[in-house]
């Protein structure tokens, strides 16, 4: 099915996201910064959202640019043969050699300092001795703290030359976080994001993985509000300048069920299938949106 990406904008005369009662226009709409401070405070109290400043947009911009040079370095280091655990220690000892922390390791007992999740895992595989072959799809995982800011991001990668199957699911997977992207603007909600991804991963026969979700990301790892991949337009939270947070779309080949496994974290399709992922971090700006790790 083909979506439309029709804007919902809240109108100048709608009720303000801020709840304040007032008008949009006569409230949070394009006002100086002690109106914003406004906004920060409820959008606190009500979600549990942390709105950013510029220093803070900044600082995780930063961050942002860490996380994709580490996969840019990843990706030039795969090749057929290679251990998974290899990209760990590519992806470590980078991010400490940059002043950075990899948010993964200790994270809720995650023992290592990426998430490396090759074919039929979904996310949060742990790098070890698992090899990897030629025609294999592997998703990596980065998350660095720099100056305590937090920036997220993830891409899938061929290992060799992909099969029919790998190419589809990767391609659908990155067209899933453009389409989420795309949405992404004051007067929006979340749902209107799950919405356009839902449309396209369904559309083209896939499924999305409906138990992980994108997330509020920069002062900490996760943050409100939760960011789904599927739903409705109009659900979910207004998007207000200085929201910062993922999209991160895990798009199966086959059926949308998962299994964890012993290990409490390796997340699996049920059924075997590809699973494939791509994340970015990224702002709500005053007309649109700005990726903070940004890739094509
Ligand atoms: N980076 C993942 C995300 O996108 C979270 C990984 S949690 C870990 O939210 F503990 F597995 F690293
Ligand atoms: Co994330
Ligand atoms: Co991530």
Same mark, same amino acid.
């Given at each position: 099915?083909?979506?439309?990406?029709?804007?919902? *904008?809240?109108? =100048?005369?709608?009720?303000?996201?801020?709840?304040?009662? =007032? *008008?949009?226009?006569?409230?949070?709409?394009?006002?100086?910064?002690?109106?914003?401070?406004?906004?920060?405070?409820?959008?606190?109290? *009500?979600?549990?959202?942390?709105?950013?400043? $510029?220093?803070?947009?900044?600082?995780?911009?930063? @961050?942002?640019?860490?996380?994709?040079?580490?996969?840019?370095?990843?990706?030039?280091?795969?090749?057929?043969?290679?251990?998974?655990?290899?990209?760990?220690?590519?992806?470590?000892?980078?991010?400490?050699?940059r002043g950075a922390t990899p948010a993964p390791l200790n994270y809720r007992g995650f023992p290592k300092s990426v998430c490396v999740s090759v074919n039929e895992v979904i996310c949060h595989?742990?790098?070890?001795?698992?090899?990897?072959?030629?025609?294999?799809?592997?998703?990596?995982?980065?998350?660095?703290?720099?100056?305590?800011?937090?920036?997220?991001?993830?891409?899938?990668?061929?290992?060799?030359?992909?099969?029919?199957?790998?190419?589809?699911?990767? @391609?659908?997977?990155?067209?899933?976080?453009?389409?989420?992207?795309?949405?992404?603007?004051?007067?929006?909600?979340?749902?209107?994001?799950?919405?356009?991804?839902?449309?396209?991963?369904?559309?083209?026969?896939?499924?999305?993985?409906?138990?992980?979700?994108?997330?509020?990301?920069?002062?900490?790892?996760?943050?409100?509000?939760?960011?789904?991949?599927?739903?409705?337009?109009?659900?979910?939270?207004?998007?207000?300048?200085?929201?910062?947070?993922?999209?991160?779309?895990?798009?199966?080949?086959?059926?949308?069920?998962?299994?964890?496994?012993?290990?409490?974290?390796? $997340?699996?399709? =049920?059924?075997?299938?590809?699973?494939?992922?791509?994340?970015?971090?990224?702002?709500?700006?005053?007309?649109?949106?700005?990726?903070?790790?940004?890739?094509?």
């Amino acid at each position: 099915m083909k979506h439309k990406s029709k804007t919902v *904008k809240v109108g =100048r005369n709608n009720p303000c996201p801020c709840g304040s009662g =007032r *008008k949009y226009k006569k409230c949070c709409y394009g006002k100086d910064h002690g109106e914003q401070e406004n906004l920060k405070a409820v959008y606190a109290r *009500k979600y549990g959202i942390r709105l950013k400043n $510029a220093e803070d947009v900044e600082a995780i911009r930063r @961050a942002g640019r860490l996380a994709i040079e580490t996969l840019d370095l990843v990706e030039a280091h795969l090749r057929p043969g290679m251990i998974t655990d290899e990209i760990n220690t590519l992806v470590h000892e980078f991010t400490l050699s940059r002043g950075a922390t990899p948010a993964p390791l200790n994270y809720r007992g995650f023992p290592k300092s990426v998430c490396v999740s090759v074919n039929e895992v979904i996310c949060h595989g742990i790098p070890g001795e698992r090899v990897l072959n030629p025609g294999d799809i592997v998703n990596v995982d980065v998350t660095p703290i720099l100056n305590g800011y937090y920036a997220d991001a993830n891409k899938t990668f061929f290992i060799g030359e992909p099969g029919p199957e790998a190419r589809k699911i990767v @391609a659908v997977a990155r067209q899933c976080l453009k389409s989420g992207m795309q949405m992404v603007k004051p007067g929006n909600t979340t749902g209107d994001i799950g919405w356009a991804i839902q449309c396209h991963a369904e559309g083209q026969g896939c499924s999305v993985v409906r138990e992980f979700v994108g997330h509020g990301v920069g002062f900490d790892f996760h943050e409100p509000p939760q960011i789904f991949h599927y739903g409705r337009r109009g659900e979910g939270v207004v998007l207000v300048p200085g929201m910062v947070f993922t999209i991160e779309p895990m798009i199966n080949l086959g059926r949308r069920h998962l299994t964890v496994l012993d290990d409490n974290w390796t $997340a699996v399709t =049920r059924d075997g299938s590809l699973s494939a992922q791509f994340e970015q971090t990224v702002l709500v700006t005053e007309d649109g949106m700005q990726s903070l790790t940004p890739f094509d």
